[in-house]
């Protein structure tokens, strides 16, 4: 297994309180599987990948909870920083923002293939192929490039080739395909799978259509886990309202809308919008299991 993830609970420290943002979201990931972690703004997604990482915000904290890479739990500080952009790589949101604009993209990708130990000659043309294999045909005009130069989904794919560079097991990718239309879409997922074949996969999105090409996904909403399960599966008989309201909103479908129908709390974070919702039901949403699918709601 390289990836056994238990968050634990996530909150965010405010002047006199504190909000949570993540609570109990548990799930494994092993050699070459993709997984989808899916949900809108505020569910909690992001955070879950910076948790990952070590990365979360001075005022957030993590308590509770285990993550396991590989067997091992995942080390802070120095050690995971050596971790990161060897063994973990990272595809952010934006390329442009994330490349530094000082610097020409043949720096970049050799500092990343500095660090798993390729150096003097090999560099060039190791650099070279990862350009190439992340679909640039004129990989040598584009090492002499600044970022400023490309285009987003030119500089996406330069993100895709310095995650080339590492000899990653785990691929951690936020929003990848934002910004691109669905052929790059799909072309984005078509090539991580190519280049990352051992590796375990988390792609974070609050795009179902993206969801859709991995193997498995986990429909987060306010930070707690709705559904999970492959995502062939959770498309064809999705199990909690939340899932199908998701699916219901893709362009093919309608792009259907969930309002707000109600006011008050529940024990369910989609309690405000669900048009299933049982006032003395939702309380206490529980565990369901049908094979390998799960998901919370309230009893049936
Ligand atoms: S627990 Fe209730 S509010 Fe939440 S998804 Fe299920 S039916 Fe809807």
Redesign the pocket.
């Known amino acids: 297994m390289i990836l056994q993830y238990a968050s634990g609970d996530i909150s965010a420290m405010l002047a006199h309180t504190s909000r949570n943002l993540v609570r109990d979201v548990a799930f494994s990931l092993s050699e070459g599987e993709s997984m989808a972690l899916i949900g809108e703004t505020g569910s909690g997604k992001t955070m879950i990948a910076l948790s990952i990482m070590r990365l979360l915000p001075r005022n957030v904290r993590q308590t509770g909870g285990e993550m396991l890479f590989c067997g091992a739990a995942l080390p802070e500080g120095r050690a995971m920083r050596a971790l990161l952009g060897t063994q973990i790589a990272y595809i952010p949101q934006n390329g442009l923002e994330f490349l530094d604009p000082s610097k020409k993209i043949r720096y970049h990708l050799y500092d990343s293939l500095k660090k798993i130990g390729i150096g003097g000659a090999e560099r060039a043309s190791a650099a070279a192929q990862r350009l190439e294999a992340a679909g640039f045909s004129s990989p040598q005009e584009i090492l002499e490039q600044y970022p400023f130069q490309l285009s987003g989904g030119m500089a996406q794919r330069v993100t895709i080739a310095l995650a080339a560079c590492t000899r990653a097991r785990l691929i951690i990718a936020d929003e990848p395909t934002n910004g691109l239309d669905q052929e790059g879409r799909k072309q984005f997922m078509a090539r991580l799978t190519s280049l990352f074949p051992q590796a375990a996969k988390l792609v974070i999105t609050h795009d179902i259509a993206v969801a859709a090409l991995c193997a498995r996904m986990l429909v987060l909403c306010g930070g707690r886990t709705?559904e999970q399960g492959p995502s062939n599966r959770l498309l064809t008989t999705p199990r909690?309202?939340?899932t199908r309201a998701l699916i219901a909103s893709l362009v093919e479908n309608g792009m259907a809308e969930t309002p707000l129908l109600r006011a008050g709390e529940?024990g369910?974070p989609?309690?405000r919008r669900?048009a299933?919702?049982?006032k003395s039901?939702?309380s206490r949403?529980q565990l369901h299991r049908c094979g390998d699918v799960e998901w919370w709601?309230?009893a049936t």
Request: net charge negative.
């Open positions: 709705m909690n309202p939340y529940s369910c989609f309690y669900c299933e919702a049982e039901g939702c949403p709601c309230r």
